[in-house]
């Protein structure tokens, strides 16, 4: 059985990458910096993420693989990983949230969870 658990935090930084985007083409490129910290008292790998990515349109597109950024990292008890990956939108605003798919050293599977977070061009939102 995956339960959702507590004990790992997730958190993200984004940025809009003005040189390689293409507003007249509606092409929106982000990145995003996540943090994942182990808050448990064992080691977990991540083995599997899922997102969900919705545009200003309402459009989603669902993105699932294993590991991140070609890794399936173990995160021990009070560490940390970090990694940088990106997004392409179709609009200059957009949102992301999702799951990671965890096992512990002991081999129970959980999911830890991504909150929803923004991806906005500058100034676009006061």
Do not use: C
Not at 4 to 32: N, R, W
Not at 83 to 105: N, R
Request: proline share 4%.
């Amino acid at each position: 059985m995956t339960t959702l658990d507590t004990s790992i935090k997730v958190e993200v930084k984004t940025e809009y990458i003005e040189q390689q985007s293409s507003p007249e083409d509606h092409k929106y490129l982000f990145s995003y910096t996540i943090t994942i910290t182990n808050l448990g008292d064992k080691a977990a790998k991540l083995e599997t993420r899922h997102w969900i990515i919705t545009d200003a349109n309402g459009k989603t597109s669902e993105v699932q693989g294993s590991g991140v950024v070609g890794e399936t990292p173990t995160i021990q008890p009070n560490a940390s990983y970090q990694y940088t990956s990106g997004t392409v939108l179709d609009t200059p605003l957009g949102f992301m949230h999702g799951t990671y798919g965890m096992v512990s050293e002991s081999g129970e599977h959980f999911k830890a969870m991504i909150n929803t977070f923004r991806l906005a061009t500058p100034g676009l939102l006061h």
